[in-house]
């Protein structure tokens, strides 16, 4: 079983990810934009297994979240994804 956060600013589509992790048995917390994700992860750096994040999100898109996780040595797989 796996910790996993998503960080989307688009509630249906975390909920859409959470259901198919938690289905496969997951444990899976929720952000709403890259500064919440940002912050969760800095408070409990080993926790998250994987992240899986939005690019494009208000107040902090996911490569300023991602840079924020690097400066900080936090050393977690983050997937990307993009409507683009």
Known sequence: ???ILIVDDD???RL???KYF????HLVDEA???LVGVSM??????????????MM???????EAFDELCAAHIDVPVI?????
């Open 11 to 13: 509630k249906r589509i």
């Open 57 to 63: 999100m208000p107040a902090m898109n996911g490569l």
């Open 41 to 54: 992860i800095k408070k409990e750096p080993q926790k998250y297994h994987i992240i899986i994040m939005d």
């Open 16 to 18: 859409i990810i959470k």
């Open 22 to 25: 938690t289905t496969l048995g």
């Open 1 to 3: 079983m796996s910790q």
């Open 32 to 34: 709403e934009n890259g």
């Open 80 to 84: 990307m994804s993009t409507a683009f």
